[in-house]
């Protein structure tokens, strides 16, 4: 059973960084594509960034030039950089990868900023 871990989520004044890690329990060249999508409340889950198996990224629109999508092969770790953070940035972040069109799903990590 793939399991996803997801960790550095808190509380953080506007304007600050943070720096999401996501941990597989195997390796990370078996997902054919990972994610970070968050929920913030009474909102639908959305995708944040998205990295392929050959590092080919995308973001949504208002967190382009503020976050970064990476991944470390040698630690089967998934990074989100998030810098000038805002407060409509607070949701819960959950890390995905896929294998085989199946996905998997971390529990999620708070993130929460005060303006």
């Known amino acids: 059973q793939v399991q996803l871990v997801e960790s550095g989520g808190g509380l953080v004044q506007a304007g600050g960084s943070l720096r999401l890690s996501c941990a597989a329990s195997e390796s990370i060249r078996r997902f054919n594509a990972m994610g970070w999508y968050r929920q913030g409340p009474g909102t639908r889950r959305e995708l944040v960034a998205g990295i392929t198996s050959e590092g080919r990224t995308n973001y949504a629109d208002d967190v382009e030039g503020r976050f970064t999508i990476s991944r470390d092969n040698t630690k089967n770790t998934m990074y989100l950089q998030m810098n000038s953070l805002k407060p409509e940035d607070t949701a819960v972040y959950y890390c995905?990868?896929?294998?085989?069109?199946?996905?998997?799903w971390g529990q999620g990590t708070q993130v929460t900023v005060s303006a």
């Open positions: 995905s990868g896929t294998i085989a069109m199946y996905d998997y």
